[in-house]
C-alpha cells in the first residue's frame, strides 16, 4: 500500500492511500505514534497512541493535534488488523517557529549517513590490513635476501674491483697495521706468498 503524507506543518497533516480491492470491511483503521523507531520491531496494533476510523469509501484523512518537529510511524489498515511494514510511513512535522525543518527526513539522512560511514570504516580496515600484510609479508622475505647479499659480501671482503675492500681511517698506526694485515692476506689467498 503506497500512503502518501503532504501538507505537513507543525502540528497537521493530511493522509492518503490507495483504494483496496480486499478490503470488505467498513472503515480503515489509521493509526500513529511518536517515536516511531521503537514501534518498528513490533507493529502492534496496541502499541500505537492513536487510532482513527475512516470509513471504507474515503481514502484520505486529516490528523490534528500532533507534535512539533516529532518524528511519527503512521500505519493504515483495513479494519483493526495489525499493520505489516508495507502499510507504514514515517513522517516528522515541522517546527512551530515556521523555519520548515523536515525533522524526520532529517532524522533518516542522519541515520543512512551514519550506516555509510561504518560501512566504509570497515571496507577501509579490511584494505588497511590487507595491505599491511602484504608488504610485511614482501618485506620478511626481502629482508632475508638482503641479508645474505651483505653478508655474502663480508665474507668475501673484496670491491667490484677484486681488490680487498678496506674503509678508510683517520690516518692512524691501528689502521695501517690492519690494512698492511688485510694485504698479506690477500697476497696468501692468491697464491703469492707461502702460508
Request: net charge positive.
Amino acid at each position: 500500500m503506497a500512503i502518501a503524507v503532504y501538507n505537513v506543518s507543525a502540528t497537521t497533516a493530511r493522509v492518503s492511500w490507495p483504494p483496496s480491492a480486499g478490503c470488505l470491511d467498513t472503515f480503515y483503521s489509521v493509526m500513529y505514534s511518536p517515536n516511531w523507531n521503537s514501534l518498528l520491531m513490533a507493529f502492534k496494533r496496541k502499541s500505537f497512541m492513536h487510532e482513527e476510523r475512516i470509513p471504507v469509501s474515503q481514502t484520505a484523512a486529516h490528523l490534528a493535534n500532533l507534535l512539533p518537529q516529532t518524528t511519527y510511524l503512521l500505519c493504515v489498515t483495513c479494519q483493526a488488523a495489525n499493520p505489516v511494514r508495507d502499510q507504514c510511513q514515517v513522517f516528522g512535522t515541522l517546527s512551530d517557529s515556521g523555519e520548515g525543518q523536515d525533522r524526520g527526513g532529517w532524522e533518516l539522512a542522519t541515520g543512512a549517513w551514519l550506516t555509510c560511514c561504518l560501512l566504509l570504516l570497515v571496507i577501509a580496515g579490511v584494505l588497511l590490513w590487507g595491505c599491511l600484510h602484504g608488504v610485511c609479508a614482501g618485506r620478511a622475505g626481502g629482508g632475508r635476501q638482503g641479508c645474505s647479499v651483505v653478508t655474502d659480501a663480508v665474507r668475501l671482503g673484496r670491491s667490484s674491483t677484486g681488490r680487498l675492500y678496506t674503509p678508510r681511517g683517520s690516518g692512524d698506526n691501528g689502521s695501517q697495521r690492519g690494512h698492511h694485515h688485510e694485504l698479506r692476506t690477500l697476497a696468501r689467498l692468491a697464491g703469492s706468498e707461502p702460508a
